[in-house]
């Protein structure tokens, strides 16, 4: 009978992601999937995740944005084994960009594609999944600079061109370039928790965490170089996330007035001072509930929240779950249905 239990076990199998590659493609994008999907492993040092890429045509040359192509092994058929599909940006979207309309080829291509797979974009890979209807009625982001004529084109998305990502359950969208790691970053730790996203993040050398609800960088007034920065006060509030921390204790470690302090941190990090604590502080309590037996209680006052409920309330308006439901979940290797705010 055990011989029998364990013969019935599902046999192991990575989450699939397939990228589709679209002419006039950007390399760089191209590759973030690759890179970020591409590392993490289980306890048995099996991958987590299979990375594809594939065209809309038999496999063949597709054109980029640079000065060479590149050759891609698979056809729009594999959209159809995807858990997961990725689209990056693309500068040669046709009628895509034109009318918010599809070619015959993608709409062919993206037919294959199985209800309730995960669909995520890049930067003006949000033109597709608009096109295509998947993003009706629902909020989603795209370059600043582009967001203008995307709500133009496309009237019936919310559009929030504030923001670096957003995930809205099994659509996700993010803005131009880097943030498409934070994109790829941040659905890693959705599937497999905060742990997991870090060691990946330190081997790819960029920040662990960026919040989905942060400012685009890009269109914020960015600070001269001679003004004087507000990294030490960051290093020194993460140092003491446990204490009670005040908006004029942080500007003191700058030497500036609270009020000079706060338009410059906001310059800088795209949010305010207050809303960064409560950040650092969720991803405090993430990791100890991930990683520790500590109680619930005790993971409130090293994470500076100071009690239980106080705790509770903000993983719940940050992710969605309660620090139990989250600590069960992650500790027993499954995946959490945690959000990221849009920002709205």
């Not at 969208?173 to 330190?202: F, K, Q, Y």
Request: glycine residues 8%; aromatic residues 6%; proline residues 7%.
């Amino acid at each position: 009978m055990k011989d029998q239990d364990m013969s019935s076990e599902p046999a192991f199998r990575p989450h699939r992601v397939v990228v589709l590659a679209l002419d006039g493609l950007l390399p760089f994008e191209l590759g973030i999937p690759h890179r970020i999907f591409g590392r993490p492993k289980d306890a048995e040092g099996r991958h987590l995740y299979e990375v594809v890429t594939c065209s809309v045509r038999p496999p063949g040359a597709v054109a980029t944005d640079a000065d060479f192509s590149i050759h891609v092994p698979h056809g729009p058929q594999t959209l159809a084994t995807a858990d997961t599909v990725i689209i990056p940006a693309s500068y040669e979207l046709g009628p895509v960009f034109e009318k918010g309309v599809l070619t015959d080829e993608l709409a062919a291509a993206l037919a294959h594609i199985r209800p309730g797979t995960r669909l995520a974009s890049i930067c003006t890979g949000v033109y597709v999944l608009a096109a295509a209807g998947r993003l009706d009625g629902r909020p989603a982001t795209t370059h600043w600079a582009d967001s203008e004529r995307f709500q133009r084109l496309f009237p019936q998305i919310k559009v929030d061109a504030d923001v670096l990502f957003i995930d809205d359950g099994d659509v996700l969208t993010s803005a131009g370039v880097a943030a498409g790691i934070d994109l790829c970053l941040h659905m890693v730790r959705r599937d497999h928790g905060t742990a997991v996203a870090n060691e990946v993040a330190r081997r790819t050398v960029v920040p662990p965490h960026r919040d989905g609800g942060q400012a685009q960088y890009i269109h914020r007034p960015v600070p001269e170089p001679q003004q004087a920065s507000t990294t030490t006060a960051r290093a020194w509030a993460l140092g003491r996330l446990h204490e009670p921390i005040q908006l004029r204790d942080m500007a003191e470690q700058e030497a500036m007035s609270v009020r000079t302090f706060t338009r410059r941190f906001r310059e800088e990090v795209g949010v305010s001072p207050g809303q960064w604590l409560t950040q650092q502080r969720v991803e405090r309590a993430r990791h100890l509930l991930e990683s520790t037996d500590l109680s619930v209680d005790q993971v409130a006052g090293d994470s500076g929240f100071g009690t239980a409920q106080s705790m509770r309330q903000h993983l719940q308006a940050a992710l969605g779950v309660t620090p139990t439901s989250y600590r069960r979940t992650f500790r027993a290797g499954g995946s959490a249905d945690v959000r990221v705010p849009s920002g709205t």
